[in-house]
């Protein structure tokens, strides 16, 4: 029904910057929102950031500061911009969509497959 699909992910060294891009395309009546997790090796997946249809946002305290969330709502397309990268933010970043597919439809989540991001010199 819906597809997420994150890119952008990779290495980068301390310091450094990175930036995420998701898009969710398929039967989307209505986008609620959209927004990043993160799961690190031997942890649970954690909140980045969310941002709703009508732009506000809600970021992880870890983040705050030095990651940035952008969207494109017509193409239904998020950004992730990471500034300031350290190892701590190495994880598998995964994208998700809140939509309805119907107009008399809940509001459901669809999530993407992950991207990697290494933070290491």
């Known amino acids: 029904q819906v597809q997420v699909v994150e890119s952008g992910g990779g290495l980068v060294q301390p310091g450094g910057s990175l930036r995420l891009s998701c898009a969710a395309s398929g039967s989307i009546f209505s986008m609620f929102g959209m927004g990043w997790y993160r799961q690190a090796p031997g942890k649970q997946r954690e909140l980045v950031v969310t941002?709703?249809?009508?732009?506000?946002?809600n970021y992880a305290d870890s983040v705050k500061g030095r990651f940035t969330i952008s969207s494109d709502n017509a193409k239904n397309t998020v950004y992730l911009q990471m500034n300031s990268l350290k190892p701590e933010d190495t994880a598998v970043y995964y994208c998700n969509a809140h939509v309805r597919v119907s107009s008399g439809d809940y509001v459901r989540t669809f999530w993407g497959q992950g991207a990697q991001v290494t933070v290491s010199s």
């Open positions: 941002i709703f249809s009508e732009g506000s946002t």
